[in-house]
Structures are given as C-alpha cells and as structure tokens.
C-alpha cells in the first residue's frame, strides 16, 4: 500500500546543477500534482498533470519542467537550480476530475540550493 | 480568484481542552473546502472536507468542521484535545461552481497542545 511515492528525501545542489524529482502513485490516479511548501507561506502549485501526456503550469512554474509518460509517474525537472528553489517539495495525485477528491500526498523532497 | 486565509499562525491549547484552528475562504462559485494535516518530516494527510449538505462535517481523529457560508468560514474543532494533535494544519480550496480541481492552500497553522 504504497500510495505517492518520492525520491531522493533530500538533497543538495549547488547553483546551476540541474536535478530531477521523481514521483511514482500505485493508485491509478489520473491526476498528479508538484507542489513547493515554504516556511509560513503554505503550498504553491507548481505543475500539474491530468492524465499521461498532458500537463500544465501552476502558480509558480518557472525554472521547473514537468512530463508524465505514463499514469503511474510524475518526475519534477530543475534545469539551472537557483538559491530561489530552495524549499520541500511535494508530489501529489488526486482519484478523479471531481473538485470533491482530496489529495493523497508523497513525503516530500527537501531540497537545497547552495 | 480562490484565496483562503488562516489568521493564526499558532494555537495553544491543554490538553482536553477543546481546540478551534480558524479558516475563512473566497471562490467564485460553490466553495469544496478541506482540512489537512502535516506531522513532521511527512507530507499531508487529508482530515474531512465539506461539499455540500451538512454544515457540520466530521472527520479522521475526532476531528469536526462547520461550514459557515454567510462568515465564508470553515473552522476545524475538536472537543477534547491530545497531545498527539500537536502538527501543523491545512485549510485548502477549491471552486466547485468551476469544476476545478486545483487546490488552493492556506499558510497553516501550527496546532500547539500541551500536557
């Protein structure tokens, strides 16, 4: 019963490092969501997909990229990695299109930029 | 625009004392509000969410929520606190007029119970 599952738990990169996130659900959830969480500031959405092949942008998208080959996997690309990113990043999926399903949340990457 | 706003950033309590986490909300159309919760190091868990119907929702852990559509509140409560609730809360939503599916989050609130 694995639900959202992410990987690495954390990392370090130095400025201008690229890195992905990865994000894998065993819930045949159609939808995937990456969220960024900054101290006192809640969750912003970064990227999000509804089904594979298709994505969009969030709230906070640049400098992040995003693709979703299959249903299952959700990876979080950062190209040129900015002191800016910083931050725990969390990946997210949610059972249908109805705005009634929660969402089901990984443990989070925590991620800094040095 | 969706907003939701979660006025305390820290709520002190006693144990067994009942516990009020405050949440108010803007959507344009029909509100789905939603309550997490985030233990550390761990992402968030979903407690109750309100749709439609009963303005009072209960949910995971003894956990309630009233739905207020005149104040646009959804205040999470619980009669009797534990020191196990001690984590940090969630209020989150989304436009139901719309169909929408992004989630809109609050800053949280720090839940803070004491022995």
């Known amino acids: 019963n694995a639900g959202v599952t992410q990987t690495p738990k954390f990392r370090i990169l130095k400025i201008g490092q690229s890195m992905t996130l990865q994000c894998t659900q065993d819930?045949?959830?159609?939808?995937m969501y990456w969220y960024r969480q900054d101290p006192g500031m809640g969750l912003k959405l970064i990227y999000y997909?509804?089904?594979?092949?298709?994505?969009d942008k969030g709230e906070v998208p640049n400098g992040y990229n995003v693709s979703r080959s299959t249903t299952e996997d959700f990876p979080l690309r950062l190209e040129l990695a900015a002191p800016s990113q910083t931050s725990v990043y969390f990946c997210?999926?949610?059972?249908?299109?109805?705005?009634?399903?929660?969402?089901?949340f990984g443990n989070g990457t925590r991620l800094t930029v040095t | 625009a969706q907003s939701v706003a979660q006025p305390e950033d820290q709520v002190n309590v006693a144990e067994g004392n009942p516990l009020t986490v405050k949440c108010t909300y803007s959507?344009?159309?029909?509100?789905?509000l939603f309550w997490y919760v985030q233990y550390p190091n761990r992402g968030l868990q979903f407690l109750l969410k309100?749709?439609?119907?009963?303005?009072l929702v209960k949910g995971s852990y003894g956990f309630e929520a009233e739905f207020n559509k005149s104040q646009t509140s959804f205040h999470l409560k619980k009669p009797s606190a534990l020191v196990s609730d001690s984590a940090l809360y969630f209020c989150?939503?989304?436009?139901?007029?719309?169909?929408?599916?992004?989630?809109?989050f609050g800053a949280g609130t720090r839940l803070f119970v004491k022995a």
């Open positions: 997210a999926s949610s059972e249908s299109t109805g705005a009634n399903s929660p969402l089901h």
């Open positions: 819930m045949n959830h159609n939808y």
């Open positions: 997909s509804v089904g594979a092949g298709i994505t």
């Open positions: 959507v344009s159309g029909n509100p789905y």
């Open positions: 309100y749709i439609t119907g009963d303005n």
């Open positions: 989150a939503v989304r436009d139901g007029g719309t169909g929408g599916f992004k989630t809109i």
